[in-house]
């Protein structure tokens, strides 16, 4: 396997640990405006985190394949509150056909719990250089996105490859269970996990093509340009 570049995101995952280590955590976090009691319970062990390129973690796997998927900043959370091989209780929406659960509250086998309060951080972007990160095995489980989009596969390993939604949807035979996977790009590895943005992919290394960056930038304007702050049908008159 090629070098792996460590994440520079740890030192501010590490620091979320004192946030939620001891029995005041719940008033050390934010707390939502929302009531999410209503919301089922979905109960079971963690197999492992659902790691990002860019070093932190967009929700967990259990054991049963069901994934527990959340947004940025509670997944920073999450990753101080529990480990592989706890059993945890999330609060939040099944998905209707998929094995996913999206996440608004999750506790621990303590009973620490954090939850969802909407807030919003800067989420830094996925650096494009370094050494590449080679992922090779076979295939889990296919990786969902907090809105059910296909977007790559959870390997053996738990290692994860991102694929753009486009591109996952044209590739979807190569996502499945069981499928055998090679896949080389940028990213991360870390004691969260190994996970990549795929530039090349294929059933194996002889078979590999190329694929769309999933951190590429939408395309439109570029910033500071004249149409960059031009709102679409802002300058249409009735």
């Known amino acids: 396997?090629?070098?792996?570049?460590?994440?520079?995101?740890?030192?501010a995952v590490a620091?979320?640990?004192?946030?939620?280590?001891g029995p005041a955590m719940a008033a050390s976090q934010p707390v939502s405006a929302y009531d999410f009691s209503p919301l089922p319970v979905i109960t079971g062990t963690v197999a492992h985190y659902?790691?990002?390129?860019?070093?932190?973690?967009?929700g967990l796997i259990l054991t049963d394949g069901t994934e527990i998927l959340c947004s940025h900043e509670l997944g920073l959370a999450v990753a101080s509150l529990v480990k592989p091989g706890e059993k945890i209780s999330a609060r939040g929406l099944r998905g209707r056909d998929l094995p996913i659960v999206r996440a608004y509250e999750i506790e621990d086998q303590r009973g620490r719990a954090v939850e969802d309060a909407e807030t919003i951080s800067a989420r830094l972007p996925v650096t494009t250089s370094g050494p590449d990160i080679v992922v090779n095995g076979t295939v889990r489980a296919p990786l969902y996105s907090l809105h059910g989009r296909l977007v790559g596969a959870v390997m053996q390993d738990y290692s994860t490859v991102h694929l753009a939604p486009a591109e996952a949807a044209r590739l979807t035979a190569w996502?499945?269970?069981?499928?055998?996977?090679?896949?080389?790009?940028?990213?991360?590895?870390s004691a969260l996990g190994t996970a990549i943005d795929a530039r090349e992919i294929g059933p194996s290394m002889e078979q590999t093509i190329h694929v769309a960056s999933a951190?590429?930038?939408v395309a439109g304007p570029f910033p500071g340009s004249?149409?960059?702050?031009?709102?679409?049908g802002g300058s249409v008159h009735p």
């Not at 996502?175 to 590895?189: D, F």
């Open 1 to 11: 396997m090629a070098s792996l570049r460590h994440s520079h995101l740890l030192p």
């Open 15 to 21: 620091g979320l640990s004192a946030l939620i280590a």
């Open 50 to 58: 659902l790691s990002t390129p860019g070093g932190d973690i967009d």
């Open 175 to 189: 996502l499945k269970p069981g499928q055998t996977l090679h896949a080389v790009g940028n990213g991360s590895t």
């Open 215 to 217: 951190a590429a930038p």
């Open 226 to 232: 004249a149409a960059y702050d031009e709102i679409p």
